[in-house]
């Protein structure tokens, strides 16, 4: 009796700790919450940011300078100039080179990633926006709205690789599958492109519906995933990139700018101006993503990246005025920017 008494007690003691252990994980995937806002000099606009979680650095575009930030500290340690509208930073550490898409009509500013000096200039395709690094063919791919076409760069010499012409739509998010691929998003078209990394040439384009819109994108390159943000139908959406269908699809918030997958915790993130929010969503399987938290951050703050490191999530923006009515300055009506308001928010456990 004794015995038996003794196991019922220890299986009664484990069923204990494995019910307190799955009420403190599932807690935990719910406490995200801002715990830092960290104040930028200056007005203007801004748009991409991007962790390099191995140099501890933080880029966020701000206009005409990109502001570089420690990660650890949140101190700004220095700025990259070469504006006006300098868009998102992408970067070759094995090169110790980082490159930058500008709208000035349209260029590439090359830095050091020590220094952060200026090292050199690519002209490419105009009012490039999104740009990537490809650690498979080591090259930088902008995306160029203004001449709907993707330009390739030679992360070594600065030089340009080569181009894919005549897209004949907006070009927005690029990812890569780090296996000869990068995929593309045409955002006025609903439709996602597979390109050739090698040899320059379209080689699928799919349909993204019911994704309209599709914005931004990353990849989970483990289970063969693509991540879109659809800005015109406020959702995400999983795609296999071998036939281009949606396996997956959950809502989130209007006006999403900036989508990422973070490999470690199989956890994929979207930010969402419209309505101020973070969207968390845990992959259970390819074919599954599961919201795990929305986290409110503010109006407005739409781009963001996550550090691979600690897991935090730093989303840009700033504070807006009240949204006045069309005018012929400003056919969209766009809310004004507060002065002195820019800042990024650090969002973790």
């Not at 069923?15 to 801002?34: E, R």
């Not at 930028?40 to 650095?57: F, N, T």
């Not at 349209?106 to 490039?128: M, N, Q, W």
């Not at 807006?320 to 069309?326: I, M, S, T």
Request: net charge neutral; with cysteine.
């Amino acid at each position: 009796m004794k015995n038996t008494r003794a196991g019922r007690l220890r299986l009664a003691a484990a069923s204990l700790l494995a019910l307190t252990a799955l009420a403190i994980s599932i807690s935990a995937a719910g406490t995200y919450h801002v715990i830092k806002k960290i104040p930028i000099p200056g007005d203007g606009g801004w748009d991409y940011v991007a962790a390099d979680s191995d140099a501890r650095r933080l880029y966020v575009s701000h206009d005409t300078e990109i502001v570089v930030l420690d990660l650890d500290s949140g101190a700004i340690v220095g700025k990259i100039t070469g504006g006006p509208d300098m868009h998102g930073a992408a970067i070759a550490a094995e090169f110790g080179r980082g490159f930058i898409s500008v709208s000035n009509p349209g260029s590439v500013v090359i830095f050091d990633l020590k220094t952060l000096a200026k090292i050199g200039e690519v002209r490419v395709g105009d009012d490039p926006n999104g740009i990537i690094y490809d650690h498979f063919t080591k090259r930088i791919f902008t995306a160029d709205r203004g001449s709907k076409r993707v330009t390739a760069i030679d992360a070594k010499t600065g030089k340009i690789a080569g181009t894919i012409e005549n897209l004949g739509g907006r070009t927005e998010h690029l990812a890569s599958d780090e296996a000869g691929h990068v995929f593309l998003n045409m955002q006025d078209r609903n439709t996602m492109v597979k390109l050739d990394a090698r040899e320059f040439k379209v080689l699928e384009t799919w349909p993204t519906a019911p994704c309209q819109a599709p914005s931004s994108m990353d990849m989970d390159r483990a289970h063969s995933r693509i991540i879109i943000g659809c800005r015109g139908a406020g959702m995400m959406a999983a795609v296999d990139p071998a036939s281009g269908k949606i396996v997956a699809s959950n809502p989130i918030g209007g006006g999403v700018d900036a989508a990422e997958f973070d490999p470690k915790t199989e956890r994929a993130y979207f930010s969402t101006g419209a309505d101020g929010m973070l969207w968390i969503f845990q992959e259970k399987s390819p074919d599954q993503f599961d919201l795990v938290q929305k986290v409110p951050t503010q109006a407005g703050f739409r781009t963001m990246a996550v550090d691979r490191k600690t897991g935090n999530i730093y989303v840009a923006g700033a504070e807006l005025g009240p949204r006045p009515a069309p005018s012929p300055e400003n056919p969209r009506g766009r809310a004004p920017v507060l002065p002195g308001t820019f800042s990024v928010l650090v969002i973790g456990h």
